[in-house]
């Protein structure tokens, strides 16, 4: 990042934390999120949950739909808990949670094709460090979910800048890194590292959000970089990107994550990385339904213009 | 954390299905003989194309059906069946989009680059095992718009072969019915084909950059001269073959691609376990295997 642009940078996402809409339920959600899904006890997700009302309703409705075609409505946030799992709740908290940090005209990436990358990573990420036997795929989920915690900053902070930073990168199919660093001078990385150092995030994800797309650089040796890097990209390889090909042919193998992993996790070398491909389209489908039903029109968060 | 599996609102059978042990032994089955695996999303295929064999032979299990494809004295007639079964109805104009658009976007920009710098401005291009015409053809409108638009000092040829002579006989007919050519808008239709009551019938000027020829993949005094190639398509041809015959020809792509040329299989199969010469390349959808360029070479 440039010096010059850091201080002005630093200003700009320091006033996120005395924004209005950031929700209560954030700094306890972060808490719950660094356990273990067995670890948390469900009478912590209903208080958690209580905290918000639109949250609340959110899930209610979730629980409802078509989805989890229950035979009786639920009608108490227990119920809807019960029905959806820990582990769909805290996707749901968070990604409400997030939301909520952005008005509605603030928006520059689609929240729908924000979320549906993010979630999109977080599964490749998990199922990724499952057959590499990375060791903590509860851990590679959650680096992949908040990866981009940047790009909500910079539309936050940036919103002019950031709208034509897309609008030029779509025009060119360049990847968004690329015109974030020659349009503003510095990226998504940069903007979210300072955002998750102040929000304390755990340092694990910290090194995820400022280094996945510079792996190379990284002065850490956490694997989860790597694994988060080539997640990324093989969700915007796959049609889980920013809306937009990305026009250009990856070797993935030959990244230098890739490369760098192979050293942590053996197992790499010996993956079936076009099966896992394919495997990663039918997770589109998942993703999108989940996303549409989180995101449905009803919502206070609908579809911002580009 | 992480996200449950959804299930799809499919039908009640479908949806069982899903959790039958059987059929997944089936898929990784039919995945270490053929090469094509089905991912979740495209179980039911798998499903609807089995029973229909299933069907056929009385049987009413997935684990019977499992038996007659592994012990039975005429597996491998039945596992050829079940292939056709699987891979029929795959071919037609503009099949795939991703990868229509990743060959003009990417790779004709990339190989004329790579091609320019040896003084060469001829795209050459192999369709291998080309069935009926529909690939080869589409390859043919799709490098000339390219070329056209973008670089008119360039040519291209295509070369079409496959083993069956009436497939041959057909491409060189060049007569389509109406799901042939659905991808189609009606501006390439009127452009490319000149319609006779049902049928469309392709022009002489798509015709002309293709060579069709009767080939077969095993006669090896041939393959070791099929050089030169910049982009070589090999669909749902290599699922017939056993292991050997598999290495055997795809030994001989990898070798008749230039170097930093690029090799397509059908969208479900793939060369794991078979051949690892190629780098597995992700294109937007897409993905094809390139034969590397050489040490301290990039592409550009």
């Not at chain 1, 409505?73 to 997030?98: K, M, N, W, Y």
């Not at chain 1, 990375?134 to 909500?152: C, P, R, T, W």
């Not at chain 2, 390219?146 to 497939?167: K, R």
């Amino acid at each position: 990042m440039s010096t010059t642009v850091m201080p002005e940078l630093r200003k700009r996402v320091e006033k996120l934390r005395s924004l209005p809409s950031s929700p209560a339920v954030l700094q306890p959600l972060l808490e719950l999120l660094r356990k273990p899904p067995d670890q948390v006890e469900i009478n912590q997700v209903v208080k958690l949950v209580s905290y918000e009302k639109t949250i609340a309703a959110q899930l209610l409705r979730i629980a409802n739909s078509a989805l989890y075609g229950r035979s009786m409505p639920a009608e108490s946030i227990q119920a809807a808990v019960f029905t959806l799992g820990i582990q769909r709740i805290e996707d749901v908290l968070i990604s409400s949670c997030f939301s909520k940090l952005v008005p509605k005209e603030k928006w520059v990436v689609d929240p729908g094709v924000f979320w549906r990358h993010s979630f999109g990573c977080a599964l490749v990420c998990r199922e990724f460090a499952e057959q590499i036997e990375y060791g903590d795929a509860d851990k590679a989920y959650l680096a992949g979910l908040l990866h981009d915690l940047g790009i909500i900053v910079n539309s936050l902070a940036y919103t002019k800048e950031y709208r034509e930073v897309l609008a030029r990168a779509v025009d060119t199919g360049r990847p968004l890194v690329e015109q974030e660093q020659e349009t503003l001078g510095f990226t998504h990385c940069d903007s979210g590292a300072i955002l998750a150092n102040t929000w304390q995030l755990p340092g694990t994800i910290t090194e995820v959000i400022e280094w996945h797309h510079d792996v190379e650089n990284s002065p850490s040796t956490n694997a989860l970089i790597g694994i988060v890097h080539l997640g990324d990209l093989l969700c915007r390889m796959r049609g889980l990107g920013y809306g937009y090909g990305e026009w250009r042919a990856v070797d993935l193998e030959a990244d230098p994550a890739w490369i760098a992993l192979a050293k942590h996790c053996p197992k790499l070398k010996n993956m079936d990385l076009a099966r896992f491909t394919m495997d990663l389209d039918s997770y589109v489908v998942r993703i999108t339904k989940l996303v549409d039903t989180i995101f449905s029109p009803s919502q206070e968060v609908s579809t911002a213009e580009r | 954390m992480a996200i449950d599996i959804i299930k799809p609102t499919a039908p009640a059978a479908i949806d069982a299905d899903l959790s039958d042990p059987a059929l997944i032994k089936l898929r990784d089955l039919i995945y270490r003989m053929s090469g094509i695996y089905h991912p979740d999303n495209k179980f039911y295929l798998l499903a609807t194309r089995a029973r229909l064999r299933m069907k056929a032979l009385s049987t009413v299990t997935f684990a019977e059906y499992i038996e007659q494809l592994t012990t039975r004295p005429n597996r491998d007639a039945e596992m050829r069946s079940l292939l056709n079964e699987i891979t029929i109805g795959e071919t037609y104009f503009f099949r795939s989009q991703a990868q229509c658009d990743a060959i003009s976007k990417i790779l004709v920009p990339q190989l004329t680059a790579m091609s320019s710098k040896q003084g060469f401005k001829k795209l050459r291009v192999w369709s291998a095992g080309c069935s009926t015409g529909e690939e080869p053809y589409t390859l043919s409108i799709l490098l000339g718009e390219q070329i056209a638009q973008n670089f008119a000092d360039w040519t291209f040829e295509i070369l079409a072969t496959d083993l069956n002579e009436n497939s041959i006989t057909k491409c060189r007919e060049g007569l389509y019915a109406e799901y042939a050519v659905r991808n189609l808008n009606s501006e390439r239709r009127q452009k490319y084909f000149k319609q006779e009551g049902a049928f469309f019938r392709i022009n002489e000027a798509v015709k002309a950059p293709i060579k069709f020829e009767r080939l077969n993949l095993q006669d090896q005094t041939r393959m070791l001269f099929m050089k030169g190639f910049d982009l070589i398509f090999c669909c749902n041809v290599l699922i017939y073959f056993d292991g050997v015959a598999k290495r055997r020809t795809v030994d001989h792509f990898f070798n008749g691609l230039i170097p930093g040329g690029y090799f397509f299989l059908g969208e479900c199969e793939t060369l794991f376990g078979i051949y690892d010469q190629f780098r597995l390349v992700h294109l937007p959808g897409t993905a094809a295997y390139q034969r590397p360029l050489p040490e301290g070479v990039t592409t550009p």
